[in-house]
């Protein structure tokens, strides 16, 4: 019998256990359904309030997360900095307890500062407020949600009806990119080991550091494998995911020049002919075409699964807040 859910909170899936990571495939792909109806809503978070605090720039995440809130028939509040108290000197708590103060119920927040939403969470918990967090990406240390709507997508390639962690078992998925400043990387780390894959990471060394290899749990089934040139990634791989680059890496002299970096990590049609035949691409956007993939191959739909990405986010995310939405409540 499937456990009952029992997070308040989603900060970080380093923890997770793989029924939870399924727990949530499933949840998803049940939103999936109601999303493909004519309806596309659900009263299941009706009277309860999302606020989404992103105190740093987003365009999808934060669009996909109030998508999902008004599927779920929730009210929502967005918090902009630019126009908030913060230019006056309010701290982020401050701002946080004033929309604790207007009824909020879950607080959806982003931060470029690692550790944010967990402190966040802690002082809800510590004033008893039953305010649940979610974790929209912090710094350089997880993007639950994005790790989750990844493995989303790529589970229903194998099995559309059921997506699972079981079908992944033995797969090889490379990562290829800015990993060592990249959330979305850590938390498809823990995603995919959890589900058995066979992962490769590759980067040049100044964007992959040799310690990410001990960054594997004793008791995962996946295998973790580090490279710092491309084709041993590539080689008979399954599913390649590349990350965004930015810029200011050449300002800190960690790359000499985008056009470089391209020339030996850019994924290219002809570089894709070492992986497996159905090979598919995915980028948690936003994407620097002709950096980190060229546009070909971004646009081609026989590879590139990034618009399944992020209609993925949508399902996902409504699972994501339902749950802790309905942490607590007896099931009907």
Not at 124 to 143: I, P, S
Request: proline content about 6%.
């Amino acid at each position: 019998m499937q456990a009952a859910w029992n997070r308040p909170h989603i900060l970080e899936l380093a923890s997770w256990q793989p029924w939870e990571l399924d727990l949530v495939l499933q949840t998803a792909s049940s939103f999936r359904e109601v999303l493909a109806g004519r309806t596309k809503k659900v009263p299941a978070l009706q009277g309860q309030v999302v606020t989404n605090l992103f105190f740093e720039p987003s365009t999808r995440t934060r669009s996909s997360f109030e998508l999902a809130a008004k599927r779920l028939s929730a009210d929502v509040m967005n918090f902009t900095p630019g126009s908030s108290s913060l230019t006056k000197g309010e701290t982020i708590l401050d701002t946080a307890k004033t929309y604790l103060a207007m009824g909020a119920d879950i607080l959806v927040i982003r931060h470029q500062q690692a550790g944010v939403p967990q402190f966040i969470a802690d002082q809800m918990d510590a004033l008893e407020a039953g305010v649940r967090v979610l974790n929209a990406g912090d710094g350089q240390h997880e993007h639950p949600s994005q790790g989750l709507l990844d493995l989303f997508t790529i589970t229903s390639l194998y099995d559309p009806e059921n997506p699972r962690l079981a079908t992944l078992r033995g797969k090889k998925i490379a990562i290829v990119g800015d990993i060592l400043h990249s959330r979305v990387a850590r938390s498809n780390l823990w995603a995919l080991l959890a589900a058995g894959v066979d992962l490769h990471l590759a980067a040049p060394p100044t964007l992959l550091p040799q310690a990410f290899g001990g960054l594997k749990p004793t008791d995962s089934p996946g295998c973790l494998t580090l490279h710092w040139t491309l084709e041993p990634a590539l080689e008979n791989a399954d599913l390649v995911m590349t990350l965004r680059l930015q810029k200011e890496r050449m300002t800190a002299h960690l790359l000499t020049s985008l056009r470089e970096y391209h020339q030996a990590f850019g994924l290219t049609s002809q570089r894709l002919q070492g992986c497996r035949e159905g090979v598919k691409i995915l980028h948690p956007g936003p994407v620097n075409r002709g950096v980190e993939i060229s546009s070909e191959l971004m646009d081609d739909p026989r590879f590139s699964l990034i618009q399944d990405q992020v209609t993925s986010g949508v399902a996902v995310r409504m699972a994501l807040l339902y749950l802790i939405g309905t942490y607590g409540e007896e099931a009907p």
